[in-house]
């Protein structure tokens, strides 16, 4: 049992290329997130996945795109990239309740 | 809007005990949440509280005031291990979507010998 993971670990980008982070569950939970996390921000909620075939809008969904792409996969899309993407980058899922299980995490950097 | 506010640093001493507050401001929620995360690591739960009162995890406690809007964390016997940042969460009720946290923005513990 895995859990949550994700893929690459880090990442190396100059603005405007594009990329997507992988992030997939072996725990048969029906939502999905994705983060960001800054230094001194939290961790902030870039979209979520309530269950397969639906995605929303988390706070700040700007400059990227997801695809639920069955019940374990959950991708994150950046499509032209920009230094202010530079961040850590956290898959979720969600149990029926109340804990959040995460990835390890993506370390990008935007040049 | 929806806001959680927690300190931003605690420091303490091995052996002690450590409270960190929450206090939020919400239309509505359905509990609060408590994760612990490492430097370089990913969070990981620690607790929940859905009715007021106190709920025990070994060394961890969380307790939470509905009437107060505040809640806390309590760690016993501190360890050199427990030197992590803290995030309290909150499932907002008022929403319109009952599936996303709102986070603090953290606090930082730092466990000296």
């Known amino acids: 049992n895995a859990g949550v993971t994700q893929t690459p670990k880090f990442q190396v980008l100059k603005t405007g290329q594009s990329m997507t982070l992988q992030c997939a569950q072996d725990?048969?939970?029906?939502?999905m997130y994705w983060y960001r996390q800054d230094p001194g921000m939290g961790l902030r909620l870039i979209y979520y996945?309530?269950?397969?075939?639906?995605?929303d809008k988390g706070e700040v969904p700007n400059g990227y795109n997801v695809s639920r792409l069955n019940k374990r996969e959950f991708s994150l899309r950046l499509e032209s990239a920009a230094p202010s993407q530079t961040s850590v980058y956290f898959c979720?899922?969600?149990?029926?309740?109340?804990?959040?299980?995460f990835g390890p995490g993506t370390r990008l950097t935007v040049t | 809007g929806q806001s959680l506010e927690q300190p931003s640093e605690v420091t303490a001493v091995e052996g002690a005990i450590v409270q960190i507050n929450c206090t939020y401001q919400?239309?509505?929620?359905?509990?609060l949440s408590w994760y612990q995360q490492h430097d370089g690591g990913a969070p990981t739960f620690l607790s929940y509280?859905?009715l007021d009162g106190l709920e025990e995890t070994g060394r961890f406690s969380s307790f939470l005031s509905r009437s107060d809007s505040y809640g806390y964390l309590l760690l016993q016997e501190l360890q050199m291990k427990d030197s992590a940042s803290y995030f309290c969460?909150?499932?907002?009720?008022?929403?319109?979507?009952?599936?996303?946290?709102?986070w603090g923005l953290g606090t930082s513990l730092a466990v000296n010998p």
């Open positions: 725990m048969n939970h029906n939502s």
């Open positions: 919400t239309s509505g929620f359905y509990g």
């Open positions: 969460a909150v499932r907002d009720r008022g929403a319109g979507n009952n599936r996303k946290l709102i």
């Open positions: 509280n859905a």
């Open positions: 979720a899922s969600r149990t029926g309740e109340n804990e959040q299980y």
């Open positions: 996945s309530a269950s397969e075939g639906t995605t």
